[in-house]
């Protein structure tokens, strides 16, 4: 699941040069955003692929909607459901989506994710209200990353 950004970056695995479009694969990507301070804060979400863009969904009250809203800039890279790196992370920007993509977005990652919204969402949920905390507040968001 490389990442592949540039030409210069890196080459495929039949020793061809990478192109300039960004191509993640796989069903996790982390995204680290950025406190105040500068430190990093990794998450691994969900996404789907859009003309080399990338679309995560997440709460619009999340931490890391509110670390984006301040800092645009972020770093993505291939990962499993735990964040695990699958690949080397590359700088990337996020803007948020106007309301009306919302329901295009999810229907892509409802698509993408089905057997993973019946057995894992559940079992996600499940164990946020065990650890104490309630369901999000704020309306789901829509990110569009765009590799650098």
Do not use: H
Not at 30 to 43: K, Q, Y
């Amino acid at each position: 699941m490389p990442i592949r950004t540039r030409p210069d970056v890196g080459r495929s695995r039949g020793g061809d040069p990478v192109g300039m479009s960004a191509a993640i694969t796989g069903k996790y990507l982390s995204v680290t955003s950025f406190r105040r301070d500068g430190t990093g804060v990794a998450t691994p979400v969900w996404f789907v692929t859009e003309n080399g863009d990338l679309l995560v969904e997440t709460d619009g009250d999340s931490y890391k909607a509110k670390r984006i809203r301040r800092n645009p800039s972020v770093l993505v890279a291939p990962c499993t459901a735990s964040g695990r790196l699958r690949g080397e992370p590359v700088p990337a920007s996020a803007r948020f989506l106007p309301e009306n993509e919302r329901e295009r977005v999810e229907t892509l990652i409802a698509r993408k994710y089905r057997v993973d919204r019946v057995i894992v969402l559940p079992v996600y949920r499940a164990v946020q209200r065990l650890r104490g905390r309630s369901a999000p507040e704020g309306k789901p968001v829509v990110l569009r990353i765009t590799p650098e």
